[in-house]
């Protein structure tokens, strides 16, 4: 059962450029929505969260905007640079057990 | 200060063997995960320790998967008699809060692969 969905599966950008990822969930039990990012052979780490009582927050170049009546929430990263190719992936957590969409590899070309 | 690790890095089972994968969460960290990570995949819950207190277990995807934290610090995942299924990464995240209601630190995992 798959509760949260992320989209695209990869994503291409130049530099300078704005990514853009996607992310629906199911359950409204969910009060907790991080972005994770993974590097090849390393664990997954925290980039930005948010949680369902705002609708957008912003660190840096790093934004999340959040939909709670359409259960959607993206991540922006403005001024990609090549450093941020990586895989990226949402997250929702209900008890701090976190259900992770399927991924985005993003790759920014210089 | 240091973050979470795990050991070994990799192994290597031959299907039908017992392994055990070691977790050191972040010194005073009260919350600790053990996610499975299938190659292209996002990581997927296995188990959730409060202290010594297994308090979830829904993930774990068989009776061969079993998982403790005996002092409440170290954490062991061991898998019986290994399946080629089985070959993924295994994660482990720890957190400051009950229920990890915070930043989850992650380790950089344990690549198993079962031949």
């Known amino acids: 059962q798959q509760q949260v969905k992320q989209s695209p599966q990869s994503l291409i950008v130049q530099k300078g450029g704005i990514s853009i990822i996607n992310c629906a969930y199911e359950n409204t039990a969910f009060d907790y929505f991080p972005w994770y990012q993974q590097f090849p052979g390393k664990g997954p780490a925290l980039l930005i969260a948010?949680?369902?009582?705002?609708s957008e927050k912003k660190e840096g170049r790093f934004t999340i905007s959040f939909n709670k009546s359409a259960k959607q929430f993206s991540l922006h990263i403005m001024d990609s640079q090549p450093g941020d190719s990586a895989t990226y992936f949402c997250?929702?957590?209900?008890?701090?057990?976190?259900?992770f969409g399927q991924g985005t590899i993003l790759t920014v070309h210089p | 200060g240091a973050g979470v690790s795990q050991s070994p890095r990799y192994k290597v089972a031959k299907r039908g063997q017992d392994v055990a994968l070691r977790c050191d969460p972040i010194s005073g960290h009260v919350s600790l995960f053990w996610y499975q990570q299938a190659l292209g995949q996002g990581p997927e819950f296995l188990t959730y320790?409060?202290?010594?207190?297994?308090?979830?277990k829904s993930g774990l995807p068989s009776d061969r998967f079993f998982a403790e934290r005996p002092e409440g610090s170290v954490s062991t995942l061991k898998i019986q008699r290994t399946q080629q299924e089985d070959s993924a990464v295994y994660l482990c995240?720890?957190?400051?809060?009950?229920?990890?209601?915070?930043?989850?630190?992650f380790g950089p995992g344990t690549r198993l692969t079962v031949l």
């Open positions: 320790f409060q202290n010594e207190a297994q308090l979830d």
């Open positions: 997250a929702a957590s209900s008890y701090g057990k976190l259900t």
């Open positions: 995240a720890s957190s400051p809060r009950r229920f990890g209601t915070d930043t989850q630190y």
């Open positions: 948010i949680r369902p009582d705002v």
